[in-house]
C-alpha cells in the first residue's frame, strides 16, 4: 500500500510499501554480529520493529512523477521467485500497489537503484515462457556501474542465479544505463520559484537547483 506522499512544486514523491513481514532475529543477525545491546531487548527498546524473536521487515520502493515522467526508485523484494522471496518464502506487492494509485509498469519513464541487494532489485524482471523479461517494458534502468561490476563479479551460485535473472535481462534488452558520475534525469519546478532538476549520484537522489 501507498504509505504517504509528499508534493514538492510539481514533483509528487510517493513511499509505496512492496512487503511487510517478520523476520526472524536468527536471519536477521545471521553473520554473528549482534545489535548493540544485544538481541534480547530488542522488542522492548524498539516495539513497532521487533518482537521477542523477529524484526518487522519493511521494504518501500519511491515513486517520482515531475512533468517529465515517472521514475521508480528500487523494485522490491520480487515476487516468490525472486531470490529475498526464495530465501523467505514472501511475495512483494510492488505490482498490485502501482496499480492501486493508478500506474501501470509501462508508464514508468527510469527504475533508479540505490543499490543492488536483493531486496532493491526484486521486480525488475518477471518470469515468461521464454524467460526473464524486463517488467518496466519501457523504463530506462539506471545503476551505478560498481553495482554491475560487484554483482557480476560474485562466485556465489544464489548471486549467480540473481543477477542472471534481475540484471542480465536488462542488458539483453537494451535498457540499462550505468553511470560513474551524476547524471540529470528530469527537471522540475520547486518553490520558491526555482527551476530544479532530480540528479542521481552514486546511491543518492536529490532535487537541486539548475
Known amino acids: 500500500m501507498s504509505a504517504g506522499s509528499l508534493i514538492i512544486g510539481d514533483v509528487e514523491i510517493v513511499a509505496i510499501l512492496d512487503i511487510d513481514t517478520l523476520m526472524s532475529l536468527g536471519e536477521t543477525f545471521d ?77 514508468i519513464d527510469h527504475v533508479i537503484f540505490t543499490h543492488v541487494h536483493s531486496d532493491h532489485i526484486g521486480w525488475n524482471t518477471v518470469r515468461t515462457d521464454d524467460g526473464f523479461i524486463p517488467l518496466f517494458s519501457n523504463a530506462r534502468y539506471h545503476l551505478h556501474e560498481a553495482d554491475v561490476a560487484w554483482a557480476r563479479s560474485s562466485e556465489d551460485e544464489d548471486d549467480i542465479r540473481e543477477f542472471a535473472e534481475e540484471i542480465a535481462p536488462l542488458e539483453a534488452s537494451g535498457q540499462l544505463e550505468t553511470m560513474a558520475e551524476e547524471m540529470t534525469l528530469a527537471t522540475a519546478h520547486v518553490p520558491p520559484a526555482l527551476f530544479g532538476r532530480l540528479v542521481r549520484e552514486g546511491g543518492t537522489l536529490r532535487l537541486e537547483p539548475a
Open 31 to 107: 553473520r554473528g554480529d549482534p545489535p548493540p545491546g544485544g538481541t534480547e531487548t530488542l522488542g522492548e527498546r524498539f516495539p513497532d520493529d521487533f518482537t521477542a524473536d523477529s524484526w518487522r521487515f519493511r521494504d518501500h520502493c519511491f515513486l517520482v512523477r515531475t512533468t517529465d515522467g515517472i521514475a521508480l526508485i528500487d523494485t522490491g523484494v520480487g515476487s516468490i521467485d525472486s531470490a529475498f522471496g526464495r530465501w523467505l518464502g514472501v511475495s512483494g506487492t510492488l505490482p498490485a500497489q502501482l496499480e492501486t494509485i493508478g500506474v501501470s509498469p509501462a508508464e
